[in-house]
């Protein structure tokens, strides 16, 4: 009857089975505390903070049964309990504190925050490190395109100078071709003026040959031999002034 309406066997039980399982999570907290990077591992943060939790939680619970403990002993008449009962729950909550100071003194102590310090630290040393290679990434980049933009600059700059002495060719020889225009000009115009002598030459000639023509019509009326003799040499003669004039 006692154990059944005492609400401190109740607050024992619910003590001793959160004992229970801080032990428990307190073993897995150890074995991830050794072999994970605290500063990197969700699952050990999520951990010691939920060991940490609990382990304040069970000290106000044990501040809780004893300050009951203390009123109950206070008030011997009231609360029917023998000395021995009384012991067994100081004893329990002594117990209790001792496990949970040990436990507090393992997770709190200064090899876990020389651990967890160490872990900061090179967790950031490590995004320093991973900064600096960012930024040496990024000026390197910028380096490259530097060197693009400058090498663009530089192909610019020789394809206009390129482009300016072919245009300057191209001028040279535009100014080539007028003056070979110039002078087929010329030369056309020579040849011209020697066409036209020639027109002059061959229609002087041809007036000759007209009058040689009728002299040799009126002599062809006759058949002396003689006369035939003349009219060949004549036709001769007419054939090498046309050579002459043709070939002059």
């Not at 150890?30 to 940490?52: C, G, N, P, V, Y």
């Not at 380096?143 to 191209?170: G, H, I």
């Not at 000009?185 to 002059?200: A, C, S, T, Y």
Request: aromatic share 4%.
């Amino acid at each position: 009857m006692l154990s059944a309406s005492d609400p401190y066997y109740v607050a024992k039980e619910e003590v001793a089975k959160a004992m229970d399982r801080l032990r428990g999570l307190h073993q897995d907290w150890k074995r991830l505390l050794q072999t994970e990077d605290t500063a990197r591992s969700q699952r050990f943060q999520q951990m010691h903070q939920e060991i940490t939790g609990e382990l304040e939680q069970l000290g106000l619970d044990l501040d809780d049964i004893h300050a009951t403990i203390s009123m109950v002993e206070g008030n011997r008449n009231t609360f029917q309990l023998s000395d021995a009962e009384l012991q067994s729950r100081k004893r329990f909550v002594t117990d209790s504190r001792r496990t949970l100071e040990d436990l507090q003194k393992d997770v709190n102590g200064p090899q876990t925050r020389a651990k967890l310090e160490n872990d900061k630290k090179a967790l950031l040393s490590s995004a320093a490190s991973s900064a600096r290679t960012r930024e040496e990434r990024q000026r390197s980049a910028m380096q490259e395109n530097q060197a693009f933009l400058d090498r663009q600059r530089q192909q610019q700059t020789q394809l206009r100078a390129q482009q300016d002495e072919d245009l300057e060719m191209l001028s040279l020889s535009a100014q080539r071709l007028g003056n070979t225009a110039q002078i087929i000009n010329v030369e056309l115009k020579e040849q011209q003026k020697m066409l036209e002598e020639l027109d002059e030459d061959i229609d002087k000639e041809a007036e000759k040959l007209n009058f040689v023509m009728k002299r040799m019509g009126k002599l062809l009326k006759t058949s002396d031999s003689k006369q035939l003799c003349l009219i060949i040499g004549l036709s001769c003669l007419v054939a090498v002034l046309l050579f002459l004039v043709i070939n002059t």
